[in-house]
């Protein structure tokens, strides 16, 4: 008789129990996809931060070979006193 009730009870709740899992199941994967696309975007965004950081930087080198030694003292010495003021 306790076999049958529990059986009977058990035909019932076991479908709400698998619904349950699987939302469960379905939430880790979705927040998982959601931190690993934002890690990708994060790299993707570092990537261009260091490629516009060494344009930049070819761009300050090609300026510093035009200019003179007078010129590039000139400008070094501006730039401390544009620092100084900050």
């Known amino acids: 008789m306790i076999t049958g009730f529990v059986a009977n009870i058990w035909g019932r709740v ?5 619904a349950a899992g699987a939302a469960i199941v379905a939430a880790l994967a979705i927040w998982r996809s959601g ?3 934002g890690k990708r975007d994060a790299r993707i965004d ?3 931060a260091d490629a516009s950081a060494r344009e930049k930087a070819r761009e300050a080198a090609a300026e510093i070979d035009r200019l003179d030694d007078d010129a590039v ?5 501006q ?3 544009d620092v100084g003021r900050r």
Do not use: T
């Open 46 to 48: 570092q990537l261009e």
């Open 35 to 37: 931190k690993s696309a």
């Open 79 to 81: 730039r401390m006193r």
């Open 14 to 18: 076991w479908p709400y129990i698998a």
């Open 73 to 77: 003292r000139d400008r070094a010495r």
